[in-house]
């Protein structure tokens, strides 16, 4: 079949890695893609926030399935317009409708269907910009430091803050409320920290039954020991060791079951992933976020360890078969780091020249932002290369990962060589 990929970075290239080795796959192409997807498939130019530009690209080029990595093309509704249109109406979209996608375009959305679903999550409240005061008050009278604040949309990933102390607190959420996230801050939800260790959880459904994909953890701040800003991630291991059998049977019974039960009951479309960012609370699983994607680094983690066709559960999704598949996945832990520009996740150069990726050995390199320009691969962004390894141990991988990482050479290069040092 031919297949498009929407996306262009790090979990872009890990799915065009492994569509590629699907015998089902005839053709794929990427949009707008990077240097690496270039050598699995042809990039296309085309603006992945425009549904017409994509109907019109499927219907020219007799699309099958339409693969979606970000979340923004999904809250923007391209499974709606593609469905909708009578030429497109039969293709095959890997991405949840407009109204699944809100689980991740909208926090106070996903906390009410939490609510209602009795899914464990963090307590909240939520405050409009209109009323700016109140949610100042709640923080000096009802909230206790540390204090999460979220901004309702999308944010680029940037939208979520950890305030130590009230002060903080309330200078933040008057930014949030004064436009610093734009229209996704028009709404703020204050939510109760929790502590504990987090892991990420990945479900493949077809609206009716799902399978679960190997679990990983990631790494945000862009500081070793986990100091420093907070990123789209630096790193990710899968499985995270404390995650085991009886864990995830809490996860599966406590949270998995009853969002598809919810999906259901709501009459949501839904095919396509669900990422469940959690926290680990005193042996007790808790939802800290839902994304209606995949994660990215931990893509670059988890695709590698899927034995199964993707192609073949994609098209099982489509046709509401896929509780007739079998999951196989390696036994072996794979560690990803992440190559990034310097200054990231603040301000950095693009068009840094790529050298050295030849020298890599033993691990698998997928691009993020990368470019090609004439006979050299440029930096195009502030997650440049993500580095994945197999071993007996994560450390092993890890080691793997760190020593193919000194031999990738751009003007600027940053990673953390202690991914996975919490384990």
Same mark, same amino acid.
């Given at each position: ?17 492994k ?10 192409? $990427?949009?707008?893609? =990077? ?6 498939? @042809?990039?296309?130019?085309l603006?992945?926030?425009d549904n ?6 499927? &219907?020219?080029?007799?699309?099958d ?5 970000? *979340? ?5 509704? &391209?499974w =709606? ?37 009795? /899914?464990?999550?963090?307590?909240y ?10 949610? !100042? ?9 540390p ?20 002060? *903080?607190?309330?200078? *933040? ?13 028009? @709404? ?12 990420? &959880? ?9 399978? +679960?994909?190997p679990?990983?953890?990631?790494? @945000? ?18 499985? %995270? ?13 406590? !949270?998995?079951?009853?969002? +598809?039960?919810?999906?259901? *009951? ?12 959690? /926290?680990?609370?005193?042996?007790? %699983? ?5 994304n ?9 983690? &988890? ?6 066709? +993707? ?9 509401g078969?896929?509780?007739? $598949? ?34 890599? #050995?033993?691990? !698998? ?10 006979? #050299? ?12 390894s ?8 890890? @080691?793997?990962s760190n ?21």
């Open positions: 079949m031919n297949i498009l990929l929407l996306g262009s970075g790090g979990r872009e290239h890990a799915f065009a890695w569509i590629k080795q699907s015998p089902l796959c005839k053709q794929l192409f $990427i949009a707008p893609g =990077n240097a690496g997807t270039a050598s699995l498939g @042809k990039n296309i130019a603006d992945i926030m017409a530009a994509i109907h019109d690209f499927v &219907v020219e080029n007799r699309i399935m339409v693969v979606v990595g970000p *979340e923004a093309p999904l809250v923007n509704g &391209v =709606n317009y593609l469905r909708k249109m009578r030429s497109t109406s039969h293709v095959s979209v890997i991405g949840p409708s407009m109204q699944g996608a809100r689980l991740e375009g909208s926090k106070s959305y996903a906390k009410k269907f939490m609510q209602e679903f009795g /899914i464990p999550t963090a307590g409240r939520e405050f409009y910009s209109t009323r700016a005061k109140a949610a !100042i008050n709640f923080i000096k009278k009802k909230a206790v430091p204090i999460v604040l979220k901004a309702d949309g999308l944010a680029a990933g940037k939208g979520v803050v950890i305030s130590p102390n009230k002060e *903080e607190a309330i200078a *933040e959420i008057q930014a949030m409320l004064g436009g610093k996230f734009g229209e996704a801050g028009r @709404k703020v939800v204050i939510e109760e920290f929790l502590s504990g260790i987090e892991f990420s &959880v990945f479900v493949l459904t077809d609206g009716r039954s799902y399978k +679960i994909l679990v990983a953890k990631d790494y @945000k701040r862009v500081g070793e020991g986990d100091t420093g800003l907070n990123t789209g991630g630096m790193g990710a291991v899968s499985p %995270p060791p404390f995650v085991d059998a009886a864990l995830m049977q809490k996860v599966e019974e406590r !949270i998995i079951r009853p969002t +598809i039960r919810g999906l259901q *009951e709501r009459g949501i479309h839904y095919h396509g992933f669900i990422f469940l960012g959690l /926290i680990l609370v005193g042996g007790e %699983p808790y939802v800290i976020e839902y209606c994607r995949m994660g990215d680094p931990e893509t670059e983690a &988890v695709l590698p360890r899927m034995k199964t066709d +993707i192609v073949e559960l994609f098209a099982a999704v489509k046709e078969r896929l509780d007739k $598949i079998k999951m196989e996945e390696d036994e072996r832990p794979t560690a990803t780091v992440v190559l990034t520009s310097g200054g990231y996740p603040g301000k950095y150069e693009k068009g840094k020249p790529i050298a050295g990726l030849d020298k890599v #050995k033993g691990s !698998i390199v997928f691009h993020a932002g990368t470019k090609i320009s004439g006979e #050299k691969i440029l930096t195009n962004g502030g997650r440049v290369i993500a580095i994945t197999f071993a007996k141990t994560f450390k092993e991988a890890l @080691k793997k020593k193919n990482a000194e031999v990738i050479e751009f003007e600027g290069k940053n990673y953390r060589k202690d991914i996975g040092f919490d384990l």
